[in-house]
């Protein structure tokens, strides 16, 4: 073998030798890739199917699976407010506005996270309620951004746009794992990312990402797009069915 050949050789079980171990892989499916919102839309499920694959070489481990989906809106701004009681009346004082945060957020778990995962770990990747960034236009944290941050996570599960399901995650088989996530009627349209993770014994194993959109039909998607795009001729037909409905009341329930 002259050096050209040995040097290839060579380069070649470096490569082999460097290459990461065999490990577990997920492989995901969406039920829909598209959600369209119509007048009659009353909320929706989406179902996340998805299978662990191992390769032959990788190492046995013990404990058992465990399996965890998020799903995440459009990012979006919002601002949290404090009311308090001056002179026998409420008013909004303190705020925070929060920047790029999920106007959707949806975590279905195989098990409560605290016994998948720990802490730094569902921090990292942003895993729960209580783990996810919350990035202030006021800027450096100051005392009391706790209240609000609880406050704005509330709200949001109130509104039905947060939702949690400790045992949502289900394994029809050994390895073969699903769960539906609800999405309700007052959902923001746009492009929602679904991100799901693989834990066993603690450790986070794998991960894999789809995405799905939601959008306005019909009628709809046609005043959503016009007054996005159009804003002066929305405000001139707003103003014209304001006017004719008037008259049309006026006419109806006139006295003779």
Sequence with gaps: MNAVGRFALLAGMTLLALRPAAAEQLVVALSTDNVKISSSFTGTGVTVFGAIERDAGTISRGG???????????????????????????????????????????????????????????????????????????????????????????????????????????????SVFQTTVDIPANVPVGTYRVSVFLFRDNAMLAASNAAFGIAKTGFEQFTFDLARRNGYFYGLICIALALVTGWLAGVLFRRD
């Design 64 to 174: 058992v699976y465990d399996v965890v989906v998020v799903v995440r809106g459009p990012d979006e701004t919002l601002v949290t407010r404090r009311k308090e009681r001056v002179a026998g009346i409420w008013l909004n004082r303190d705020a925070r506005t929060y920047l790029d945060m999920p106007s959707f957020y949806a975590v279905h778990s195989s098990r409560p996270l605290d016994e998948i995962a720990p802490k730094e770990a569902l921090m990292r990747y942003q895993i729960g309620f209580d783990n996810l960034t919350f990035r202030a236009r006021e800027g450096r944290p100051q005392p009391g951004d706790e209240v609000f941050s609880e406050a704005f996570v509330r709200l949001k599960r109130e509104a039905g746009l947060y939702r949690d399901a400790p045992y949502g995650v289900t394994f029809p088989g050994a």
